[in-house]
């Protein structure tokens, strides 16, 4: 049971390692990115007729082994050689989501739809993170459009092609203005 209780405290240091966006601040955790990339590859399977437990467990611990790996941006990748794999092994092996070392490995194969959905839902979830970026001023992320087009096309699901249509143009604050607010009441201020 130790190592499980290991394990959940190593979990929570997602919280504390901020996303690696060209050396921005302002992005969220790798534990909040998890969170969002779970629902999102959520939506996507039940789109998509996948099994949702086994999508739900992949986006769980798609990207855990960064407690021990960081996360590195796209720029410092081709310098580094990550061994999430050993990473999973020593993070999962003696605790009782063992079996967690098998799913990391389908993720990282993409050969199964519900690796698939989960490496669409990453994306996804990445070009959200650079939509909220840049409605809080960061230009850095337009000046990366290019690459950020080039996501789309590598997209394996259609329905996370019609999403990735969607986020960009979709104001990351649209969804406040959607529902009940005291300013649609006019209560605000009162």
């Keep these: 049971m130790t190592p499980d209780i290991h394990l959940l405290y190593e979990l929570g240091q997602l919280a ?21 990339v779970a629902m999102t590859a959520l ?24 407690t021990r790996t960081g996360d590195p941006t ?23 989501l063992a079996d967690m070392v098998e799913v990391l490995a389908e993720y990282e194969a993409r050969e199964t739809p519900e690796a698939k959905i989960v490496k669409d839902a990453d994306m996804l979830v990445a ?8 409605a809080r001023g960061h230009t850095w992320s337009e000046y990366y459009a290019d ?15 019609k999403m990735f249509d969607l986020i960009g143009k979709t104001n990351p604050l649209e969804w406040t203005r959607k529902g009940p607010n005291a300013y649609k009441a006019g209560t605000h201020g009162t």
């Design 147 to 161: 690459y950020r087009a080039s996501i789309r096309p590598r997209l394996r699901t259609e329905t996370a092609k």
């Design 43 to 66: 939506i996507l399977a039940r789109a998509e007729g996948a099994n949702v437990e086994k999508v739900l467990l992949m986006a769980l611990v798609h990207d855990t082994p960064e």
């Design 74 to 96: 796209p720029f410092q990748k081709p310098f580094i050689k990550k061994d999430d794999h050993f990473a999973a092994q020593t993070q999962f092996g003696e605790t009782s």
């Design 127 to 134: 070009e959200m993170e650079m939509c909220e970026l840049t």
């Design 16 to 36: 504390q390692i901020q996303r690696s966006y060209l050396y921005t601040t302002g992005a969220p955790s790798v534990a909040a990115h998890i969170h969002r």
